[in-house]
């Protein structure tokens, strides 16, 4: 449909460094795009998200479709006016958060009540790209089935097979409304579970179908680390090179690195965030509970090895202070190293793949993040 | 005790423009300290006061002597290391707070149970004196006796008393600990409740004590502005005019302009953060509730004659939808504006004060924030 969507900068192995290209610019690759939920990432500003470095943020469809609406957001300008931020945004579909409430689902679409108000609303595919258009996000994703694992093949052949259904359904409401997208990129969704066979055909089918880009999804949803990690290589190769590939929902530092290896350009969690708001810093030396006691008179930063606006001018002892005091400056605080500290991974990902030496960066993150009694590397 | 902390730059009748100097350095006045509760303004970073435009916050004893307690505050650095933020300090004799809760007073101080874990503690002037060194403020006010208003002339008269005698060890206190203070100013406090007499009595003996700057305590507890404004005036003339006055606990912006006018120089109040918090704005045509209805759509800024960063950059259709869906940052961005619109109203009112024309401002702003009622000027 567009032009190449990728341009490749560099590789080591089958990892990428390079830039996905759209209608508003271009961001770097590998990158990590923080969860806006309602049109803000939790607690943060859009001045936050520039200072931490943020070039790509997640909103989701379902909660903006039901508040404000997507007709308010597109009223107030689509998602850039409407939030102030001028960075990139991708949208997901909705169907997520759809399919995780109780929800009937169809060949035409799903049905679901809203948690604002307890409406009944529908989602089709076609459907989800109109009020993906009217959000004005940069990148779109189709509407896709998404099940819980472990699950029976099955219901995992079944969703998958109708995932492929919709998403040429979506393809074709793209090119009737051919324009209407200005310039939005559409990201197909490989599904397939732990199933290694149907997730390369799955991926082979719907690398035919002309999309921008691509989403591997249904992962991390109860999976180990290894069948997340096998399944994803599965469906990596038959995807075309001039795309960029975005494994969703993974934001644990060592995964994240080792899907890097596998190929991976993009990804998004509420990880980073969520763990902030919570009281728990990402740092050099693994997950760090803030509040801890010992920390009450700590002068030190979060995390000596982190640059950002955080470690450079609050200590432990402040911040632990903020969260037994309930400040919510605590969680916003928190929530912006953690980003800063994530985002700084991505970029030392982005250069060890440009240097030639990702692999070291594996072993020195596996060292510190790998799941307790699995030994560096495993 | 210390030589001029008051310097005059300007007057427009008793009105006065100047700045306030201390061993930090000095800042401009008339001017508005936002409160700092807990060892941060609620919702709001070191970044954000700077952004903003505050150069002294209030914090609060009470709090900071139970959570995380002085000497926590006192080893990361005081009030400066521990907040990372490098403006002005005032605290509070935690007085306030104390006497607004069950406690039991006598001459000696008073006794209060500690809201975070029920324990009894004790406050004197010698002792607030103390918590407020191991604070390192650049300003500590003394502990005097509060009451609520209305009240009895002889039980204005008692407290007023007591916290003359209290006033008198405070300053005996800081002449055994001389150097100890290292260079903190200490600031008297004028009470008397509404009674004019008393005003002027109390104001015209602490004078003598050789103050820093003076507090007037007691207002803004109940009476009526014009009963506010009255008292007030009576307390003013017999403070030396080399020393700065402070109306404490005072924030509406009218009251703060009339009080201006009378030669008031520092304000404080939680007004504008917690207004700001529930959803209201501080404008230039008087207050606005954000989550109304009729915002929905709209992609205004909150205050078109405001400059600060969040009518630059946010519509009030953002702002109600941030309300609407209980996303923190609402509050957040609603604190930022209303301090920088109060900071830029304070600062319009030191440039009348300068350019002789304060009377003007006070009229326009008469015109929109006086009570429901009173005409403009009342």
């Not at 390079?18 to 607690?43: E, S």
């Not at 996000?137 to 219901?155: F, G, H, K």
């Not at 209407?180 to 199933?195: K, N, S």
């Not at 009281?279 to 000596?304: E, Q, W």
Request: with cysteine; hydrophobic share 40%.
């Amino acid at each position: 449909m567009s032009g190449a969507t990728f341009e490749l900068e560099g590789t080591d192995g089958r990892a990428r460094a390079g830039w996905v290209k759209t209608a508003r610019g271009r961001f770097a690759t590998p990158c990590f795009m923080p969860v806006g939920t309602r049109g803000t990432v939790r607690l943060l500003s859009a001045e936050d998200l520039d200072r931490a470095g943020a070039e790509v943020v997640l909103a989701n469809t379902y909660h903006l479709m039901l508040r404000p609406g997507a007709k308010v957001v597109e009223a107030l300008g689509g998602l850039h006016g409407f939030t102030g931020w001028q960075g990139h945004f991708l949208t997901d579909s909705g169907g997520y958060q759809v399919m995780s409430l109780p929800c009937k689902l169809d060949e035409d679409g799903v049905e679901f009540r809203s948690a604002y108000d307890g409406s009944w609303q529908r989602l089709t595919p076609e459907g989800a790209l109109e009020v993906q258009a009217a959000l004005s996000s940069d990148i779109a994703m189709v509407l896709d089935v998404c099940i819980a694992l472990p699950a029976e093949r099955d219901a995992v052949l079944e969703a998958g097979e109708r995932t492929l259904r919709w998403a040429e359904r979506s393809v074709a409401a793209r090119e009737a409304r051919e324009g209407g997208g200005a310039g939005q990129l559409l990201f197909g969704i490989v599904q397939g579970g732990t199933e290694v066979d149907l997730r390369e055909r799955f991926a082979e089918r719907l690398a035919g179908m002309g999309f921008d880009g691509f989403g591997i999804g249904g992962l991390s949803v109860g999976e180990t680390p290894e069948e997340t990690l096998t399944a994803l290589s599965a469906c990596l190769w038959p995807l075309p090179s001039c795309r960029p590939r975005y494994l969703m929902g993974v934001g644990d530092p060592l995964t994240l690195l080792r899907a890097i290896a596998l190929g991976v350009d993009m990804f998004d969690c509420v990880l980073p965030t969520r763990l902030g708001r919570h009281g728990t810093a990402l740092t050099s030396s693994g997950k760090v509970a803030v509040k801890a006691g010992r920390f009450a008179c700590d002068a030190g930063p979060i995390d000596p090895a982190c640059g950002c606006e955080v470690c450079r001018r609050y200590s432990r002892g402040y911040l632990r202070h903020l969260f037994n005091a309930g400040e919510p400056s605590a969680g916003r605080l928190l929530s912006l190293h953690n980003l800063a500290w994530l985002f700084c991974l991505l970029k030392r990902a982005r250069e060890a793949v440009l240097a030639g030496r990702l692999g070291e960066l594996v072993e020195e993150v596996a060292a510190t993040w790998a799941p307790a009694g699995a030994g560096p590397g495993s």
